[in-house]
């Protein structure tokens, strides 16, 4: 079975220039989340999709940040404009239920924002 | 607001040591509780899922507990090896993560 499919895995960005993350959750996954981690800290839930309707986006800081999942499998996260504040690893993860089923997460993509 | 802490935030033990990890919760109203696993510039894997109703789970050398009263889960490696090194983390309901602690097993 395939994982999270997650890219690119490294970006590197000038501040204020715009990024997007793509995320590929596994086959048949109804619910899929994005994570914001910063280093030494636990990842920090961004957004929640329950097929493609939004279940949580209340910590989406969303003057910046924006997030689709067309057709409820793929999905893209998606920054305009950087800050350096938003240099970290952003994760994806899916899960075929909702919260109370078990997450699995792809590799992440490491932003540097400078 | 739920929230998630870690104790120790670090450990570095011998190798063939038990050892106990440790997380709590503000909020005893859970679903669940997961613990992963994250290698250094990797993203996380789940080790172990335990819903609220259950008491504990177990896989191979890894036991967890969950106390909803007390707002604590305990993690638990039996006979560490070096190829546990890794930071552990716990979240609740997939929503709110621990900060982690970083385990070093040391041959």
């Known amino acids: 079975e395939a994982g999270v499919a997650q890219s690119p895995r490294y970006k590197i960005i000038e501040k204020r220039q715009s990024v997007a993350f793509w995320c590929n959750p596994i086959?048949?996954?109804?619910?899929l989340y994005w994570y914001q981690q910063t280093l030494g800290q636990g990842p920090k839930l961004l957004i929640q999709?329950?097929?493609?309707?939004?279940?949580?986006d209340s910590q989406l800081p969303k003057d910046r940040f924006s997030a689709e999942r067309l057709k409820g499998v793929d999905s893209t996260l998606k920054i305009q404009p950087a800050k350096l504040e938003d240099s970290a690893v952003y994760l994806c993860?899916?899960?075929?239920?909702?919260?109370?089923?078990?997450?699995?997460f792809g590799q992440g993509t490491r932003l540097t924002v400078v | 607001k739920q929230e998630v802490t870690q104790i120790p935030a670090a450990l570095s033990v011998p190798e063939g040591e038990n050892l106990v990890l440790n997380c709590s919760f503000t909020?005893?109203?859970?679903?669940?509780l997961q613990w992963f696993r994250q290698d250094p510039g990797k993203g996380l894997t789940s080790l172990l899922l335990?819903?609220?109703?259950?008491r504990e789970q177990t896989s191979g050398r890894l036991n967890a507990s969950l106390d909803k009263s007390s707002g604590r889960s305990t993690l638990y490696i039996a006979a560490s090896q070096p190829g546990d090194s890794a930071t552990y983390l716990c979240?609740?309901?997939?929503?709110?993560f621990g900060p982690g602690t970083r385990l070093s097993v040391l041959p």
């Open positions: 993860a899916s899960s075929f239920g909702g919260p109370n089923t078990e997450a699995f």
């Open positions: 999709f329950q097929n493609n309707g939004v279940v949580d």
């Open positions: 086959s048949g996954h109804a619910t």
């Open positions: 909020d005893s109203a859970i679903y669940n």
């Open positions: 979240a609740v309901q997939n929503f709110v």
């Open positions: 335990i819903q609220s109703s259950q």
